[in-house]
């Protein structure tokens, strides 16, 4: 790429199929100086595989304020410097931020190249009509702080996006689907763009169940997309979760009584809540 410009070059590649990346993408990462790169081994892979000679700096988590300076460096040499995460783009649950904030601050373009990412893939296959969505990410991996970050995320009026490992998988929807309203829906996205890729929409009151059937649907990395909450009814999602808790197990009339006695709402709107809930509507 005979024009590039000294400046970094945020590039995002791919998340499995290493077919997924755009020529805009190759032609800067054969014109660097450097690829800066979450793993050497990995991005050398990926350059191998498509003739590039750059070479490569670590530059992960552990790392990223030194090899921040270095690059600051590079480029004050008048160097091309392209930055990739071993999947998607820099920056999104992978280092790269402060990389890029250092080189802003010392007066260097940042040149960004879109490209995959699992978070808009996975929405893009989910098939909710939510107008927004939160890209959360990945959750508290302590089980109190897990819960209680997903407690607050309750009430936000938008479809939720998280990442999650395979060794957590099974804790994180079993909490997002005692936690939250349970009329929501859930697509569990494994293995995007993989062999084994395999995207599923149900309600998230079965995803603990259908991740239980099958040890293979526990295994690879996840994406989670739970759909947006049901229409405020006016009461609080404590009482909601009251009153569907007790629901499960108790006839409506009582089961709104009983709500309204632990939560002190009223028991006129618990008992028209309650009669949505068992009729299926949200």
């Given at each position: 790429m005979p024009d590039m410009e000294n400046a970094l070059y945020v590039v995002a590649t791919p998340i499995g199929n290493l077919g997924d990346i755009t020529l805009r993408a190759l032609d800067t990462l054969r014109g660097a100086d450097l690829v800066a790169c979450e793993d050497t081994r990995h991005a050398r892979r990926l350059l191998d595989h498509h003739g590039i000679g750059a070479p490569t700096l670590a530059l992960h988590q552990h790392n990223e304020n030194e090899a921040a300076a270095r690059l600051v460096r590079l480029l004050g040499e008048g160097k091309r410097v392209a930055l990739v995460s071993d999947a998607g783009t820099p920056g999104v649950s992978d280092p790269g931020a402060r990389a890029v904030a250092a080189v802003r601050a010392a007066g260097f373009r940042v040149v960004p190249l879109p490209g995959p990412n699992a978070a808009i893939a996975a929405m893009s296959a989910a098939g909710f009509g939510d107008p927004r969505f939160l890209f959360v990410g990945f959750l508290p991996a302590r089980d109190g702080a897990r819960r209680t970050a997903i407690g607050e995320l309750a009430d936000v009026a938008a479809a939720l996006v998280f990442y999650e490992a395979p060794h957590r998988v099974t804790e994180t929807v079993a909490d997002l689907a005692a936690l939250l309203q349970p009329q929501r829906e859930i697509v569990i996205a494994r293995e995007l763009t993989k062999?084994?890729?395999?995207?599923?929409?149900?309600?998230?009151?079965?995803?603990?169940?259908?991740?239980?059937?099958?040890?293979?649907?526990?295994?690879?990395?996840?994406?989670?997309?739970?759909?947006?909450?049901?229409?405020?009814?006016?009461?609080?999602a404590e009482a909601e979760r009251v009153l569907a808790a007790l629901l499960a197990e108790l006839p409506v009339k009582q089961a709104a009584r009983l709500a309204a006695e632990i939560t002190g709402q009223p028991k006129n709107a618990l008992y028209a809540r309650a009669l949505e809930l068992k009729a299926g509507a949200v």
């Open positions: 062999m084994f890729e395999q995207i599923e929409r149900m309600p998230l009151t079965a995803a603990p169940a259908w991740l239980a059937a099958d040890a293979n649907r526990q295994r690879g990395e996840f994406v989670l997309v739970v759909s947006g909450p049901p229409p405020r009814s006016g009461l609080d």
